[in-house]
């Protein structure tokens, strides 16, 4: 960002207070708390209709809040009473539709928002070259947005908004319009665009995957309400309900009598717990498929026998349903495909102790 001239955005921490949306009888949003920190790329992560987009719509101003309070570097943009208008809280937001004017060249699209503020002449040019050039489309700044590929008009979109050097970007679904293969890439240039500008970047997605490969911390949501904030690493690992854990990352849950919720259960006690009679197994755990060994020899002493349900091949390994002798289902990764309906023994080298579902 320095080399190139520009004004670092002061990047600025948002800070969520118990917030609170309704329409009519429905709450969208339900008390809502999150620190961000400042430069910090956070995802709001959840199923369709749990609330990301109207709280991020708050953070904006396009809504009002009902209850709580919505801070940006200790200065107040809502509650109750207060309602800061979008224009007066430097923040920038790029739509899902990316919203370019489609009569306007890329250079015109991105210093429009310069250009009502008044810069002209050298300045706005200078501006608007250095947008450009962060989203590396220098050389796209004459074209049309019909002549740019998906990726280009989403990227035109995030040059738009940094152009005014904003402290927070929203971001709402970016890259949902876009084809796989565009996807990842346009992750690495997300993951650019944040470390170049140092912004405080907010980003909507239901899709775990995206959330998990750009962002610092994900909030997970579930009809209005904050059911995790952490590291990407954190959900994975220790994902607090059962329904986090269905949601973030792979794997299978498996009812045993050992372990404490919010704990690792180790290899030997997992196995044991998992040999008691059905009534003492009323601990849900998770247990992901890179912490699970499959052989097709004849299960020794300590091994479970399983049969294999189906086989999945994805190129580096081999996906397997497996069937345990208690009828629970387990997914296993394996180098080789085993035949359907064959045996293996399976040892399992740990396990996530899951809270009961509230
Ligand atoms: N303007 C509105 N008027 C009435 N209800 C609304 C309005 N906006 C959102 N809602 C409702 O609030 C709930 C949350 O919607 P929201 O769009 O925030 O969810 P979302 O998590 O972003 O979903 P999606 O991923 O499908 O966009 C939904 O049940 C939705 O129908």
Redesign the pocket.
């Known amino acids: 960002m320095a080399e190139l001239g520009m004004a670092v955005p002061s990047s600025a921490g948002l800070s969520i207070d118990r917030v609170t949306k309704r329409?009519?009888e429905?709450t969208?949003v339900d008390a809502l708390s999150l620190t961000i920190n400042p430069g910090e790329f956070v995802a709001l992560l959840?199923p369709?209709?749990?609330?990301?987009?109207?709280?991020l719509r708050m953070l904006a101003g396009f809504e009002t809040v009902n209850d709580g309070t919505i801070q940006l570097a200790n200065r107040t943009l809502a509650s109750a009473d207060i309602h800061v208008p979008p224009e007066q809280r430097n923040m920038a937001m790029v739509f899902q539709s990316y919203a370019l004017w489609p009569h306007m060249s890329v250079a015109d699209n991105v210093g429009y928002p310069v250009k009502l503020r008044g810069l002209r002449g050298a300045a706005y040019h200078q501006k608007v070259q250095q947008a450009l050039a962060l989203v590396e489309l220098d050389a796209y700044a004459d074209r049309m947005p019909q002549a740019l590929s998906g990726g280009q008009r989403q990227r035109v979109a995030l040059a738009r908004c940094l152009v005014s050097d904003p402290s927070v970007v929203l971001l709402d679904e970016p890259l949902a319009n876009l084809d796989r293969h565009l996807r990842a890439t346009m992750e690495h240039s997300f993951r650019d665009f944040h470390q170049r500008t140092g912004a405080t970047l907010v980003y909507?997605t239901?899709d775990q995957t995206e959330a998990m490969a750009l962002a610092d911390k994900i909030a997970v949501m579930k009809a209005g309400k904050l059911v995790q904030w952490g590291a990407p690493e954190t959900l994975y690992r220790q994902p607090r309900t059962a329904w986090v854990a269905g949601f973030i990352g792979q794997g299978s849950q498996l009812k045993v009598a050992a372990g404490h919720p919010g704990k690792r259960l180790e290899g030997a006690a997992l196995m044991r717990g998992l040999n008691a009679i059905t009534s003492e197994r009323t601990q849900s755990v998770l247990v992901r498929p890179e912490h699970i060994q499959i052989s097709t020899q004849a299960p020794v002493a300590h091994q479970l026998a399983a049969q294999v349900e189906s086989v999945i091949f994805r190129g580096e390994r081999y996906e397997l349903s497996l069937r345990l002798p208690s009828g629970e289902t387990l997914l296993a990764y394996h180098h080789i495909a085993p035949d359907l309906g064959s045996q293996v023994a399976v040892d399992l080298q740990q396990g996530w102790c899951l809270e009961p579902e509230q």
Request: positive net charge; glycine residues 26%.
């Open positions: 329409f009519g429905q969208a959840g369709s209709g749990c609330g990301k987009t109207t709280m909507v239901h």
